[in-house]
């Protein structure tokens, strides 16, 4: 089955500066790559998603790049802010039957003043 | 334009009980994911279902775990006999379709389920 793995695990940054999360995914067939993002005690909240036939996608100050090669994709978020600070979830998802999201092991963003 | 809800949000239960998590998903969606979280974990996929049908069930314990969702009402997640190895946070996905044009799948905020 697909396995994602996920880096780093914990991220500070000053505010205004950068973060970028990293992901890579073990089946070519997936095909579907979102990005959550999970505040305490709340459900994912879905933030940003990217399908294979794109190699980037941009929404205000958070982008995402796919590399299908490498199996790799990327969160960027620019000019942090306080409130960016949570835990930041990527997935997978196949196709058919095999269409459920695995999910990588999440990233604590932590964006200081 | 409500989104994926679930009750109870929270859930204490003694060892030996049984616990049922209720999900009723967005309105038009007819996929509907479990998924497990323990703390500072990532999320562990349960099981898949569409209405009347498991589609995928690969991630759940062989025993004591069931799921339904039927024609009418909310999807439940059902732990017979629950041991404090059940304790976690329980959310429920829902989805259009596993079709490119309705992916998305939105998540509810979860049941937080303590065993005592």
């Known amino acids: 089955g697909e396995n994602v793995e996920q880096h780093p695990s914990t991220l500070s940054v000053q505010e205004g500066d950068s973060a970028v999360i990293k992901c890579t995914y073990s089946d070519s067939a997936s095909n579907y790559f979102p990005w959550y993002k999970q505040e305490l005690g709340k459900g994912p909240q879905l933030i940003i998603d990217?399908?294979?036939?794109?190699g980037e996608k941009k929404d205000q100050r958070i982008a995402v790049t796919l590399n299908k090669t490498a199996k790799h994709f990327s969160l960027h978020i620019t000019e942090t802010q306080p409130e960016d600070s949570a835990v930041y979830f990527c997935a997978a998802r196949g196709t058919g039957t095999a269409s459920k999201l695995t999910f990588g092991t999440g990233t604590r963003l932590q964006v200081t003043l | 334009n409500a989104g994926v809800m679930q009750n109870p949000r929270h859930l204490v239960r003694r060892r030996g009980q049984e616990a049922r998590l209720r999900c009723s998903p967005m309105?038009?969606?007819?996929?509907v994911y479990w998924y497990r979280q323990l703390p500072e974990e990532g999320l562990k996929f349960m099981v898949y279902?569409?209405?009347?049908?498991?589609?995928?069930e690969s991630g759940m314990p062989k025993e004591r775990f069931s799921a339904e969702f039927p024609k009418e009402g909310p999807s439940i997640l059902r732990i017979q006999q629950v041991v404090r190895g059940d304790s976690a946070a329980y959310f429920c996905?829902?989805?259009?379709?596993?079709?490119?044009?309705?992916?998305?799948?939105?998540f509810g905020s979860g049941t937080q389920l303590s065993v005592l």
């Open positions: 309105k038009g969606h007819s996929h």
């Open positions: 279902l569409q209405k009347e049908n498991i589609i995928d």
């Open positions: 996905a829902s989805g259009g379709s596993a079709t490119a044009t309705n992916e998305k799948l939105f």
């Open positions: 990217i399908r294979s036939n794109v």
